[in-house]
Nanobody, 118 residues
Framework: VQLVESGGGLVQTGGSLRLSCAAS????????MSWYRQAPGKQRELVAT???????NYADSVKGRFTISRDNAKNTLYLEMNSLKLEDTALYYC?????????????WGQGTQVTVSS
């Protein structure tokens, strides 16, 4: 599966951004999709996950501010980010986790930069 993120940019604190991740290839293999982020000097962390049933899970740091969604018809993953904080600045990556029967590994996008300024 190939993943291409878009929608990152520079925004002031309190602002909003919407990230997109377009998937192509063996998308039928995709079970769960997630957004991760990595700030300079820090480890990559899980931001939010949505599974094929539509259930979602969020990191405590983004609960109530970020919303993950998935349009299966368009093979696109979204992350709506509101009330952005300085600490949300990071490179955001899209991840696709395959069903076990696909015998495949996780796929990653190249990342899209989100920078929040005061």
């Amino acid at each position: 599966v190939q993943l291409v993120e878009s929608g990152g940019g520079l925004v002031q604190t309190g602002g909003s951004l919407r990230l997109s991740c377009a998937a192509s290839g063996d998308t039928i293999c995709i079970s769960a999709m997630s957004w991760y982020r990595q700030a300079p000097g820090k480890q990559r962390e899980l931001v939010a996950t949505i599974v094929d049933s539509g259930s979602t899970n969020y990191a405590d740091s983004v609960k109530g501010r970020f919303t993950i969604s998935r349009d299966n018809a368009k093979n696109t993953l979204y992350l709506e980010m509101n009330s952005l904080k300085l600490e949300d600045t990071a490179l955001y990556y899209c991840n696709a986790h395959p069903f076990d029967w696909c015998h495949a590994l996780d796929d990653w996008g190249q990342g899209t930069q989100v920078t929040v300024s005061s």
